[in-house]
């Protein structure tokens, strides 16, 4: 027992150092300077309750919160969906590792084009006189262009759905990669259609990976702050927007009392999560 | 081989278009790259022209494309092997419940739910006031790693799920060193997932922005320098770039399928099988 | 078109020649040295000029290195990490902010050379003897400190500068008049329900709330003590009128980095918005028309400013200033000024541009012949005339210059709100 704990601790060490260096010590460091008064900071020692009290005062935060769970879920379902549906495709219907491999590189290649140049393409994708409404315009589906398109819920999450699906497929496709697959041909010998294989052998021996996926995504959306200000033409606000207004002015203990509101909501979430599928025990 | 059921072209299908929605802003940036010499970054097009493939070789007004896009690279592969190495070895440590692995565990995925901008404040903060200053090697790097990692350790999470020990416990029963289980029998069943780790983690650190804007030293990096750039006049340039990169990531896949299929028939003929298993 | 760059660089190198005899007359193991010297400026890309960095090491030796960031990073960087940067170039309202974590030196004015000739903007407030100063963080309100190492602003010339002026502008709205079709005269316009569904104007803070006070005021709605310094209760009522347009949908999306405002003019999803100078030229270089509004209630105006880190000293530190004189001695006002921007010695600039090109810019007259810009594209033909005119009658009409409130928090919660309505 002793052993194991030595041989794991070595194990995780460079982990745990990175982690201490560049994640914790930081932390630590900006919580300290938010009380501080000393003369080299002005950010001064109004790091006191009074931006909580405000936080879970205001009707405001309240909808923001509100907002970007909404946003998560909605989100969540959807990558879900796609996201399932590609990693089974790829695990079980692509038949050799190469082109199972061939296929992933060609989702990843959208991703190797920064994302500002890819924000940017959005207005002539989705504009008023983007590709899409013209294709629609010439198609005579629609008589003048679609605003929604753009600067709206639905191109947040359009957005949202296409940088984030591969985070789902991936976990899934690799929990998949690990079913036993004379499971399957048992399940069939004994008379299971596709559609019975699907639910009752494949999808609870994925779990994990939806899991390790959800967790991606919901800790994603939650954080954003970037997408939405762009998709949305920053007419809608998400948590991720009001820390970084509140960092624009220097308003630190503002910016970090709001932080710590969301990493706790989200750590709540998760570890709720991982209650109904405890994605370490089942290692 | 076996006939496809219905259900593939169907899935198939869905994953076509599926395609399609990732490329869409790909096939944008293309089409609008050959925009004419007086022409936006928006519809309509003025004319067509490679005059913004030719600008993206010249200097531009604000910022250094090329500079930055090598310290890119650089710090993308950086980023890459470490995120693999710590990821597997942390993915091994957590197959075992060890004292502290809970706390270590809810450290990880606190660091993909962190405000980026609170970590890359904080390394710049600690950084700065110790005297070690920042730079793209060192501060964006470990910034980086702060969020390359989590996706790294639960994508092991998902590769070490039901693990068969069996191949393990045979091997060491045969004499086989903790090493030799890891090298010859571990590692050869990871290794296709391990490609996944490592392309997150290189496209995760490529193009990252939040953690790396106030680490990144005096020099910064792609994003960074693109960011910089689109404070002021921006022109199709950017989409130059964006369908060069997209060019040669298709001739780099293109050259992986060709590079495995020698390598499958070189080992058919050798009589080996590996590889080989239909899936 | 090539002849006439031509013609400018001589121009150039002669007076960049004349001024290298007269400012350097150091000894030559100095000027050896200074050539090791690395100043690294961190700034937005609005002002972070290859060509300027080029320039410096061909005229002054050493070596600038700048790096271009969003001006929340310069920002947070000023802020944080004094280390990081030895030449801040941010703006005059966050020095207001960035100034009192003490990360910068105040500069002695009496190493400035052309201090003197420093626009009065930037030292009385003062365009003209007898000119109002407009409301809002005025530059030379957090122009000046006590002295070395002191943290308090003064109101008056103490010798002791927090920022050198770099580039600033009086802005206003940009519109389509293609796609309006008659004139525009006041802010209030950006409220008109006639272009519901095609306005924009900043996400920024600071600055948004100003654009919001001015259309506000135009429409008579209220009546502000300050714009620049609004009381929660004007906040209050002026954020209510915007959230009122908003949710009825005036506005098609708000923009934060300049690219965006030209892109959306550019692609017609906005016909009018609050908009920067350069930007509409860059909507205009694309063929595409595009005014720069003269309103009658006035500008909104702001302006930059370079600092020195609190670390800089010795060698470094004279680097720094030989830049900072040579920054102001004309050939960067020049280069800015043909962006449309001003400079802060205006009279040092004109040595540096073709007689054409500062009637165009400054004296708002018509152009004689093509007006090019520094990346050598043709952005004028002969005869137009630069909107809003002459520098007096841009900078003297200014209203409100960019801010930070007293009630600053309770600001930033109220935009908030409005966003997230």
Redesign the interface.
Known sequence: MRRANINSWLLAAPLTAVLAVFLVLPILLIVAVSFWTADEFTFGPDFQFGNYDYLFGSAVAWKVFGLTMLMAAIVWALTLVIGFTVAYFLAFHIRTLKWQMVLFLLTTIPFWTSNIIRMISWIPLLGKNGLVNQALLGAGLIDEPLQWLLYSGFSVCLAFVHLYTLFMVVPIFNTMMRIDRALIEAARDAGASGFQILTNVILPLTKPGIMIGSIFVIALVMSDFVTTRFMSGSQLANVGRLIANDIGLLQYPSASATAVVLLVTVLLIIGAMLRVVDIRKEL | MEKRPASFYVLGAFFAAFMLFLYGPTITIAILSFQGPDGGLTFPLRGVSLNWFRELFMDQAVGDIWGSFRRSLVLGLMVMVTTVVVSVMAGLAFRRHFAGSTVLFYLVVGSLVIPSILVSMGVGLLFDRTGLGSHWATTAFGAQLTWTLPFGILIMFAVFNRFNPAYEEAARDQGASTWQVFAHVVLPLIAPALVGVALFGFTLSYDEIARTILVSGSRNTLPLEIWGMTTNVTSPVLYALGTLTTLFSLTLVAAVIVAVTVMQRARARNGSDAGKGDL | MSKMRYSRRSVLKGGAAAFAASALPAPMIWAQEIKDVVL?Q?G???S????VAAKVKEDLGFTL?M???????V???A???????DIADIEYWICK??W???NLQAMDVSKIKNYDKIVGIFRNGKLAPDSVIAQGTAPHTVGFVEGPGSKTFVQEESGWMTLIPTIYNADTLGIRPDLIGRPIESWAELLNPEFK?KA?IL????IGIMDMAMVCEAMGAIKYADKGNMTTDEIDKTIAIFTEA?KAGQ??????????S???M????VVIQSMWS??I???R???IPCVYQPLKEGYRSWGGGIGLSAGLTGLPLDAAYEYINWYLSGWVGGFLMRQGYYSAVPETSKEFMSADEWGFWFEGKPATGDIVS??GTVIEKAGAVRDGGSFEDRMGKVACWNS?MDE??YM??K???F??A
């Open positions: 690294r961190a937005t890309g609005v972070a000029f290859n060509e290195e790096t271009a960031l969003d001006s929340d990073a920002t947070q960087r802020a944080t990490q004094p280390d990081s940067y902010k960035v009192p974590t003490g569904g924009s996400d920024i803070s600071s908003k506005f098609r999306a708000f923009w934060k980095s300049f690219d965006e030209v892109n959306l550019a692609s017609g999803e350069p930007a030229t860059a909507v270089a694309q063929g520094p990346q930070v600053n928090q930033v919660r935009w908030n709100e966003i997230a």
